[in-house]
């Protein structure tokens, strides 16, 4: 077993190798380097916040995530989360106070259908109030269609395993559209589909590749309803973008996708991570013959603002002048305590936005940003990652009180101004390539300013 092991360790070290000779040694291009001036994004730039159905707003009904938290015992309980079902009004102008022109929501599958072919009126006038609060507050409502939850009675049908599944969703997400494709939302069909896949897959409730092409098909056939609906709509399907392999984590999907996306949705969090690139490797070089190997906390991952300018870079070339919108960004704490290297959630914001004027700046055709996420959620299994601008502690706070963060202030000043001043400095220069991009970011490298 030990010489297998450390087989598997040498295949792995090879790979990492070969990746750190390609960006050190093949001919890269000049530095890109910053424009004369940093100019404001214009005011038709879509500022956001964003927020999941699931994740946020509690009373949830029976659905695939119920049942995988009963199932584990390491997971916290999920309760009423941060309970933006009944705190959705004052939520909302939260979100107005900061300016913002987008808010991003869930509709919940498992709420509107709780069985076969039976709708829940109580659940259609939620989300028609939450639907009109978002209008009067002069903000354009961004709907999720599907994030990662189904109800229980597509679990006992096989979920995404079931033949009849993408029929089961359509039913549903038509009925949705039907509802309130007059509000002129802007679409999202799917939320990061790889990583739902990944997730389902793991637990056994899925085939990666059967579920890969009935995602994909869920989201053409919606997309194109959406359209005979509403011919001028904009709908996409967000990816989680995963640096130094978007091509092969994502590609797949969007190549399948690639003729029905109206705008591309990216969600930028971590740059290139060397230590966990090299566990994964060694994991899948050892397949079955060892246990998966344990990787870095959310909030310990590495943060490259920088990064987000080769997200962008990346779909910018895949789909030259379509627009691009970061539905989702944002950065992890550890039960909002301070991050052990002083990076600060307004440091993370700033430098974030001033890779995206510098994108934009570039000719890239960035249309908004979402910041992740409004208020703390229920990340998947815990309370422990948060990610607001105003922080909840549903643990320990039975009251759920929303306390502002420090980005609130920075982020309602980024709004005001269209983004960060020219002159600005980024507080973290850019780090070496490999460590953000590999291996575009050490191919065409940007220049810090």
Same mark, same amino acid.
């Given at each position: ?84 079902? +009944? !705190?959705? &009004? $004052? ?10 022109? *987008?808010?991003? %929501?869930?509709? @919940? ?68 559209? +039907? !509802?309130? &494709? $007059? ?10 589909? *790889?990583?739902? %896949?990944?997730? @389902? ?249």
């Amino acid at each position: 077993m030990r010489s297998r092991f450390r087989r598997y360790v040498l295949a792995a070290l090879a790979a990492a190798a070969s990746t750190l000779l390609l960006c050190t040694h093949s001919p890269a291009t000049p530095l890109i380097r910053p424009a004369a001036a940093l100019p404001p994004l214009d005011e038709g730039f879509l500022w956001g916040v964003a927020a999941s159905g699931f994740q946020s707003e509690g009373h949830a009904p029976d659905s695939n995530w119920t049942r995988y938290i009963a199932a584990n015992p390491s997971y916290d309980e999920l309760h009423d989360s941060v309970d933006f079902y +009944d !705190r959705h &009004a $004052s939520d909302i102008q939260m979100a107005a106070a900061l300016g913002v022109r *987008v808010f991003r %929501i869930g509709i @919940e599958w498992a709420r509107l259908q709780p069985a076969p072919g039976v709708w829940d009126p109580a659940a259609f006038r939620f989300y028609d109030a939450v639907i009109a609060s978002i209008v009067r507050a002069g903000m354009r409502p961004m709907i999720t269609l599907d994030h990662w939850v189904y109800p229980g009675w597509a679990v006992d049908r096989g979920g995404w395993r079931n033949p009849g599944m993408v029929n089961d969703w359509l039913v549903n997400m038509r009925t949705v559209v +039907d !509802r309130y &494709a $007059s509000r002129n939302p802007l679409w999202v069909t799917v939320n990061e589909p *790889v990583a739902y %896949i990944v997730h @389902e897959a793991r637990r056994g409730a899925a085939d990666a590749a059967e579920m890969l092409e009935r995602i994909a098909q869920a989201h053409n056939a919606i997309y194109d309803y959406i359209h005979e609906v509403r011919p001028g709509a904009e709908v996409t399907s967000n990816v989680g973008y995963v640096a130094g392999s978007e091509a092969q984590v994502n590609g797949a999907l969007i190549d399948r996708i690639a003729d029905r996306l109206d705008y591309v949705g990216v969600d930028y969090y971590f740059a290139y991570d060397p230590a966990q690139s090299l566990l994964s490797s060694i994991a899948a070089a050892a397949g079955s013959a060892m246990p998966s190997l344990p990787g870095p906390h959310i909030w310990e991952l590495p943060l490259r603002t920088e990064g987000i300018y080769y997200a962008l870079q990346h779909y910018s070339r895949r789909f030259p002048g379509k627009p691009l919108y970061i539905v989702e960004n944002g950065m992890p704490t550890e039960n909002g305590r301070p991050r052990a290297d002083g990076y600060t959630r307004t440091d993370h914001l700033r430098d974030t936005v001033y890779w995206i004027q510098r994108a934009k700046a570039d000719g890239m055709n960035v249309i908004g940003y979402n910041y992740w996420s409004l208020t703390d959620n229920y990340e998947w299994g815990s309370y422990t990652p948060r990610f607001g601008l105003y922080t909840v502690d549903v643990r320990a706070d039975p009251s759920r009180t929303r306390h502002p963060t420090d980005a609130v202030d920075t982020y309602t000043g980024i709004v005001a101004a269209g983004g960060v001043p020219d002159g600005y400095r980024p507080t973290r220069s850019p780090a070496i390539c490999f460590l953000v991009d590999p291996p575009a970011s050490c191919l065409s490298p940007v220049a810090g300013p």
